[in-house]
C-alpha cells in the first residue's frame, strides 16, 4: 500500500505561482512514476506532468513553459511548481504514484481568480 499526502494548494490571482508537494509513504519501490493530475467542475480528470523516478518528464501542452515538475527520491515527494497560473488552471489537483499498482492522494484545490 501507498499513501499520498498533498499540499500546497489554494486561492492565487491570475499570473500567480504555486508549488504543490506529495509526498509518498508506504511500501515504495525505487522505480516508479509520480506526477500531476486535475479535474475540473464537469471535466474529466487530465494528466498535467509526470516524472519518473529515473527523471522523464511529460507535460500537458496546455502547461508546457509554465508548469514544473521534479521530485527527491530520498523524501519520496514529487512537486509541481505552477507559474503564470490562468483562471483555467482551476480545479481538484490529485498527486498519482504507478509501480505495478495506481495509487491516487487525496486532491487539493487549486482556484485561480481575481
Known amino acids: 500500500q501507498v499513501q499520498l499526502v498533498e499540499s500546497g494548494g489554494g486561492l492565487v490571482q491570475p499570473g500567480g505561482s504555486l508549488r504543490l508537494s506529495c509526498a509518498a509513504s508506504?511500501?515504495?519501490?525505487?522505480?516508479?512514476?509520480m506526477g500531476w493530475y486535475r479535474q475540473a467542475p464537469g471535466k474529466q480528470r487530465e494528466l498535467v506532468a509526470s516524472m519518473t523516478s529515473g527523471g522523464i518528464t511529460n507535460y500537458a501542452n496546455s502547461v508546457k513553459g509554465r508548469f514544473t515538475i521534479s521530485r527527491d527520491n530520498a523524501k519520496n515527494t514529487v512537486y509541481l511548481q505552477m507559474n503564470s497560473l490562468k483562471p483555467e488552471d482551476t480545479a481538484v489537483y490529485y498527486c498519482?504514484?504507478?509501480?505495478?499498482?495506481?495509487?491516487w492522494g487525496q486532491g487539493t484545490q487549486v482556484t485561480v481568480s481575481s
Open positions: 498519482r504514484y504507478v509501480r505495478g499498482s495506481i495509487y
Open positions: 508506504g511500501t515504495i519501490f525505487s522505480i516508479n512514476t
